[in-house]
T-cell receptor, first 116, second 110 residues
Framework: KAGVTQTPRYLIKTRGQQVTLSCSPISGHRSVSWYQQTPGQGLQFLFEYFSETQRNKGNFPGRFSGRQFSNSRSEMNVSTLELGDSALYLC???????????????FGPGTRLLVL | KNEVEQSPQNLTAQEGEFITINCSYSVGISALHWLQQHPGGGIVSLFMLSSGKKKHGRLIATINIQEKHSSLHITASHPRDSAVYICAVRGGGGADGLTFGKGTHLIIQP
């Protein structure tokens, strides 16, 4: 099976712009989570989706949003970009068939966003 | 909110040594994950634990739920084990997303 794919892999934006990142989970996986990784804060949880519903949301401002489609693919959007949004954005998928919160997560390669 | 502490933050060892990385958390959890991240960013899930002990090749992970503590052991360490090892926990009942430790930077010298 193909792994988790994320597009684009690299992105450069300027302050004030918005950006959309895409994640395609492993075939058959229904749960997708998004994470932000920065040198200062490390890895932080953004959102979790299951069957097109947001199940959990991390402590991020409303500029960060996401959605999941019926084919389990997911997108996240950041509006009004700030310099501090520069980060590696990772998505991970899991089957969604086991106990909630007790499944191995399979990570994508990430999208590296630079905000100038 | 769960607090996740890892130790040590940095570890340099010689090839062949037995390695231990520790993780402590503050609130009850539904699962604990050990992750490996190589330079370049890719993250691989090594173990997902809710109790007891798991072994995969030269890697062993244990968790003590009562003491809120987990350890990751690497036996017969090799330079290719050099990476950042990250502990992450999931709240009880699956509530909340993963909370991550700051990671342990491991370097294995030949």
């Amino acid at each position: 099976k193909a792994g988790v794919t994320q597009t684009p892999r690299y992105l450069i934006k300027t302050r004030g712009q918005q950006v959309t990142l895409s994640c395609s989970p492993i075939s058959g996986h229904r749960s997708v989570s998004w994470y932000q990784q920065t040198p200062g804060q490390g890895l932080q949880f953004l959102f979790e989706y299951f069957s097109e519903t947001q199940r959990n949301k991390g402590n991020f401002p409303g500029r960060f949003s996401g959605r999941q489609f019926s084919n389990s693919r997911s997108e996240m959007n950041v509006s009004t970009l700030e310099l501090g949004d520069s980060a590696l954005y990772l998505c991970a998928s899991s089957p969604g068939t086991g106990f909630w919160g007790q499944e191995t997560q399979y990570f994508g390669p990430g999208t590296r966003l630079l905000v100038l | 909110k769960n607090e996740v502490e890892q130790s040590p933050q940095n570890l340099t060892a010689q090839e062949g040594e037995f390695i231990t990385i520790n993780c402590s958390y503050s609130v009850g959890i539904s699962a604990l994950h050990w992750l490996q991240q190589h330079p370049g960013g890719g993250i691989v899930s090594l173990f997902m634990l809710s109790s007891g002990k798991k072994k995969h090749g030269r890697l062993i992970a244990t968790i003590n739920i009562q003491e809120k503590h987990s350890s990751l052991h690497i036996t017969a360490s090799h330079p290719r084990d050099s990476a950042v090892y990250i502990c992450a926990v999931r709240g009880g009942g699956g509530a909340d997303g993963l909370t991550f430790g700051k990671g342990t930077h491991l370097i294995i010298q030949p």
